[in-house]
């Protein structure tokens, strides 16, 4: 079974740094892109990229490029999303995806959520 | 960037009616179009993929339809189950952008 977990809710104050984390099981990790996707609050879904854990090859949404970083380590089967500098704006709820597919891809496997919490 | 816009952006219906989403690509993606549920508290779940396509285990009151730029998501009668927000999402370009999303509540 194709299962997603990301890592547990944060509390943040504004300029610290974050990591969170998505890990993948029972697939290949390697063979399939992960996507995030952000939610803030009572508003609807954003495209943020992806990753392919295979090489590490990473596509951004201009609107999040430079304000996140993509990575992942194949190793233990794990997608990041990261922030050097966080802001209020960050409050959001933040999912990972397996995407699925060649062209024409839709994401049909996702994680619980993480959501992340920005304040002073 | 392609933008995808849905309409309407929310809609009142009763159990046992018919509805129909409409999403609107800027410019063609083929048939490169997936339709999502999400409820409160949860993570989206997948209900068509390729525009036409039903994912497995989904029922089979949901169907799409559409092509090139314009594209529908309908529900042929509606459930209590199926209140909840529905998104488009292209993937015809690398950025796999989603619409603004659909509020479906009970009239």
């Known amino acids: 079974e194709v299962q997603l977990v990301q890592s547990g809710a944060e509390v943040k104050k504004p300029g610290e740094s974050l990591k969170i984390s998505c890990k993948g099981s029972?697939?290949?990790?390697?063979?399939?892109?992960i996507g995030w996707v952000r939610q803030m609050p009572g508003k609807g879904l954003e495209w943020m990229g992806i990753?392919?854990?295979?090489?590490?090859?990473?596509r951004y949404s201009p609107s999040f490029q430079g304000q996140v970083t993509i990575s992942a380590d194949k190793s233990i089967s794990t997608a990041y999303l990261q922030w050097s500098s966080l802001k209020a704006s960050d409050t959001a709820m933040y999912y990972c995806?397996?995407?699925?597919?060649?062209?024409?891809?839709?994401?049909?496997?996702w994680g619980q959520g993480t959501l992340v919490t920005v304040s002073s | 960037d392609i933008q995808m816009t849905q309409s309407p952006s929310s809609l009142s219906a009763s159990v046992g009616d018919r509805v129909t989403i409409t999403c609107r690509a800027s410019?063609?993606?083929?048939?490169?179009l997936n339709w999502y549920q999400q409820k409160p508290g949860k993570a989206p779940k997948l209900l068509i993929y390729?525009?036409?396509s039903l994912q497995s285990g989904v029922p089979s009151r949901f169907s799409g339809s559409g092509s090139g730029t314009d594209f529908t998501l309908t529900i042929s009668s509606l459930q209590p189950e199926d209140f909840a927000t529905y998104y488009c999402?292209?993937?015809?370009?690398?950025?796999?952008?989603f619409g603004q999303g659909t509020k479906l509540e009970i009239k």
């Open positions: 995806a397996r995407v699925t597919g060649g062209s024409g891809s839709y994401y049909r496997n």
């Open positions: 390729a525009a036409s």
């Open positions: 999402q292209q993937s015809y370009s690398t950025l796999h952008t």
């Open positions: 990753i392919y854990p295979g090489d590490s090859d990473t």
């Open positions: 029972g697939y290949s990790f390697t063979s399939y892109w």
């Open positions: 410019q063609s993606i083929s048939s490169y």
